[in-house]
């Protein structure tokens, strides 16, 4: 089957940032991206789990955005300003798709 | 002080405090026992939404109070205000970060809605009667107290503050507790007493009960707070937890005293200028105030302030306004 | 007329309608107010079950009329006709494709079971009797317009539905809500009274404050997709939105007077017939013609028919249902 | 025999059974009608705390029984005892290796709340008073059966466990369910027949029927379960699965006379002693028997053992229990 | 330690979708897979969120197979046939396995 | 902008044995993990789904860890101790990070 190279974008960020992450993406151009829960983690600001959550204050969520290489440094370029100052991750991955066109 | 023990010692034995000590035992003690996010969420909602409608039904059979616009710019003011001198308190008590303090105090101009409701429980019980309204005044103290904090950080040097931008303000004005609580209270406001028939075997009757679970899991979370961020707690930090809820609620008190209100009404003026928020606020300050430690005032808030209030707080708020209102 | 504009009027004012329009508030103006999935699946559980159990308990209590087979027959013959008047209707009045036409059709021939839900409250508000196995006919008129909907793509060259095949038929008619429904039906009736009584503290008393926070949470959902999908609203589709359930409800009063049904009966069958799917139907849309637009369907039924049914629609068709049974 | 016949009928419609078998026949069907995981966990927690507190309330009221001590030691004997005994029969039964035995057979000497709840709610219906204290027996007789079972592992070789560690004896000891059993009883106790009466219309009048909605769950999951484990039911495990819970009831009853309970005591001595873990047990059994089948374990204990108590298991034992006391 | 080259193909797909995708990779010999929860996203369909759901006919998931590079073509196969006129994006990764035996 | 190579490396596992993993790996010096849920999947011990739980023994979570490529193996041997006797995946994939000095 034909497949195409691209690039896989996993952002692990905190819930409050999800939406002006995506509004960054968005303006940079992004066409698609998906959100997955999180349930708990750990890092250098400590360990957190869902289920301490009384207020959406801590929780985080992972943002994954499968794009065309040549996109991959404006797409950086606006996570990075958002995530510049907040706790999170920035993971990417050399990935093949179908349907290039979707992308 | 001997009807104030009373009060205490019958508000410690109740189902509610008693539910709160179960989740705060069972989380200290490292149980897997936990309430999932989605239900806790649920109650929440049910809390707000029947404590917004009873307030507005209320005032629909009551009449309003030619108070209620002294009153709901009296808790602005407060909620501004209170911060400011969290913020001085912190500096002389304890050796936190003017960042850290800017963080911590504008939770302590915030409200706790949960505070405030077991609050009311207090009251109902003991058949005290309050203004309807004090729900709408809790809703219009929860964000002025963000507004407040950012001013202290911008003013000592805007680089650590990412400042508010149109988007973190609507976030604040909107967000979902207020909104809510507004909106049940206007609902209530025009069903009235009948609107409130229609519902009271949802929203009155099981209120207690849902209540009591609700607290069992701010107890599992408080609990869990303090086993993550008890380290953070220096004897300093502890103090301020206890100390700025009596500071509080004396301004709530001069408040409720100067507006005139019901004894009742003068209590949950207190209850809301000395509880602390852990929802609204904490979400904006992971916004705009990034670097500052949630550790910190999630710890203070939920796990000093939140436990003190409702076990020692509320009664003791309770009889000073029966006390000097004469109630 | 007058009587039909009190009772609009009184239907606007209650807690149920208030709370729809708390959440359309709430999420035009962008607030996250949002009640977690879960919560919303469970309330919508309890609706189901609440609602089954009571139409079976009345028909153990009343006794089964001979009009039950003739009105189950009826309904399953209004939820396939419907369709084929909401495809003429769409093809005269809008320019939508005769794929997106056919999709839209099968959510007019389907129900929505809130909006009997809320048309069964209004009745028992005003104290008006019914026939107790309509729930019955609500769970026959659920499936049936799906495929009448995918007929008419057929008809016209399938090329574009991936048509109907085994596993898509299972899930249509056993489809959680709809076993629900007929489950719980069964067991009110097989236990009648005294199963009633047992846990009527439980499926009755509270069930108008559950409807009210149901339908905060379709207030906010329709608000979202108006938002989203509001582009999508020319003037014909949002005139065929409004337009439908009032031609719906003709049919459903034709179907009512021949059965020869009792007043709220007759409400009934007209609700029924007047309301679209948000939930069976979109699914199978998805599955049968994924190349439909999903927004279309969901904005026309969720964002303009169903507030239009739950305010102007219900007071009017049981007004009209009253006039012409002598109710 | 009469009366038992009366019993078990009435027992079989009632509405609480009948949402079990609705449960199970839709996802036999294989309908895709189901309980969101946090809703039935909420459930759960709701009747955990329920049943635990009106136990504790029971116990304020009627004073303390100088046999609780010897009935929950009897308690812990009993689990300990009963997988001995459910291990023999498994060996003679069945042709299961050592490890999946030693795994099932924890399960019968720990206890199965919800048939716990289901038969007080029986006995309730039947006007038969219990001791109070039972729900502390329950939560006692949880966790010993799993140390009995690794003892009857290590016995033949230790290879095969992993064993106890610090750990996973603190799961047991300290799980939800036995956390919020025990605590919501000492809150009851503590705040007696007063804290009853505040909660009352959240944790009494609907408790019914949200155990029917619990039921409808139980029965969806078993059904799920003997889809996908029940080619594992050879005739020999299928037996067991009947046979063991009738044994176990036998020493429920010995028991119950010896200490003299009441006869909803004994019925209910005998419930615990018949029923099947299906949460804390499999959970631990994860971790200390990784190689033990699972779907054994969850099908025999919720798809046989379960049912066979719900529908036939309580009807009788409350029938022998009040025929051997004369209640 | 020892670990195995495998695929590692992740297929975002409608609710409605998810067991007739999985019927088809199970007759396509795939041996495991898992299936991760997604919150919300956005594509040429335009953007979503579980949060404004009522009914599952918009929800999304995303399911998980690790496989052994040999049997890539026909994974892909099958869920190609699933996903064709559906929303829905499919990215392969390369990745290393323990206990390659599992695959 | 700026990139480091690092190894994502995602562990599906019980849920009853997530607490005893991410012990065994912050012991092994990982300081940074995520956990993701997972609805349900299939493998050789049959399949399952989160809809059909009423007990938390059969669930599966998803641990994912970002390392610095020379912490890999000490990740691999911790991680290998804990899934042995259990059921669950272990893949390994190479990423790129931003912010290397976070792992
Ligand atoms: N190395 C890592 N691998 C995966 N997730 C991580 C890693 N480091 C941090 N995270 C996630 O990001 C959150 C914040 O990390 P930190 O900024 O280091 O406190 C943690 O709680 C984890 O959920
Ligand atoms: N480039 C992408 N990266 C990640 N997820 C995507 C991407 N494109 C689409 N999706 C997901 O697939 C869904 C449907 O996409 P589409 O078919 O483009 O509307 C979106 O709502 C996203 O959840
Ligand atoms: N090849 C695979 N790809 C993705 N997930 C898998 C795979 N094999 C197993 N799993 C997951 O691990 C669980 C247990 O697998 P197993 O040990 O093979 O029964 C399954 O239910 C899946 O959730
Ligand atoms: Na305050
Ligand atoms: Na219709
Ligand atoms: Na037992």
Redesign the pocket.
């Known amino acids: 089957m034909q497949t195409h190279k691209a690039k896989?974008v996993e952002i692990t960020i905190e819930n409050v940032m999800e939406s002006r992450l995506t509004d960054a993406l968005r303006k940079a151009g992004?066409?698609?991206?998906?959100?997955l829960p999180v349930l708990g983690g750990s890092g250098r600001s400590g360990a957190w789990d869902r289920a301490g959550q009384v207020s959406r204050a801590q929780g985080m969520v992972q943002v994954?955005?499968?794009?065309k290489p040549e996109r991959l440094d404006a797409l950086l370029d606006a996570a990075f300003a958002v995530v510049e100052r907040h706790i999170g991750v920035v993971s990417i991955v050399d990935c093949d798709v179908l349907r290039a066109e979707?992308? | 002080m001997s009807e104030f023990l009373s009060l205490a010692g019958q508000n410690l034995l109740s189902p509610i405090i008693l539910s709160f000590v179960l989740g705060l035992l069972a989380s200290l003690a490292r149980s897997d026992l936990n309430i999932p996010e989605a239900v806790a969420k649920g109650m929440s909602i049910y809390l707000l939404f029947a404590i917004g409608f009873k307030g507005g039904a209320s005032v629909a059979s009551y009449g309003l109070d030619a108070r209620l616009g002294f009153t709901l710019l009296a808790g602005v003011v407060l909620s501004a205000l209170l911060p400011v001198i969290a913020f001085g308190l912190l500096q002389v008590m304890t050796k936190m970060s003017r960042l850290d303090a800017a963080a911590v105090a504008a939770h302590y101009g915030s409200i706790s809605i949960v505070t405030f409701v077991a609050a009311t429980s207090v009251l109902e019980g003991r058949g005290i009667p309050s203004e309807g309204y004090m729900v709408a005044v809790a809703a219009a103290m929860e964000a002025p107290a963000i507004l407040s904090a950012l001013w202290l950080i911008s003013r000592g040097g805007g680089a650590d503050s990412k400042g508010m931008d149109s988007t973190l303000m609507r976030e604040i004005m909107l967000n979902g507790s207020i909104v809510l609580l507004v909106g049940a209270f206007a609902i209530g406001w025009i069903t009235g007493e009948q609107g409130l028939k229609e519902i009271s075997s949802f929203i009155v009757n099981p209120f207690k009960g849902v209540l009591c679970l609700f607290l069992l899991d701010m107890g599992l979370v408080a609990g869990r707070g303090l086993r993550g961020g008890g380290g953070i707690l220096t004897r300093g930090v502890l103090a301020f937890g206890v100390v700025m809820p009596l500071v509080g609620s004396l301004f709530g008190l001069g408040a409720g005293l100067m507006l005139g209100l019901s004894s009742g009404g003068v209590a949950l003026m207190m209850v809301l200028s000395a509880s602390a928020s852990y929802i609204a606020v904490p979400a904006a300050m992971r916004v705009a105030l990034p670097e500052a430690n949630p550790s910190l005032y999630l710890t203070l808030s939920l796990g000093v302030t939140f436990p003190f209030n409702l076990t020692i707080g509320i009664p003791l708020y309770v009889g000073i306004a029966m006390a000097l209102t004469g109630g």
């Open positions: 896989r992004v066409t698609g991206y998906s959100v994954v955005c499968i794009i979707r992308f």
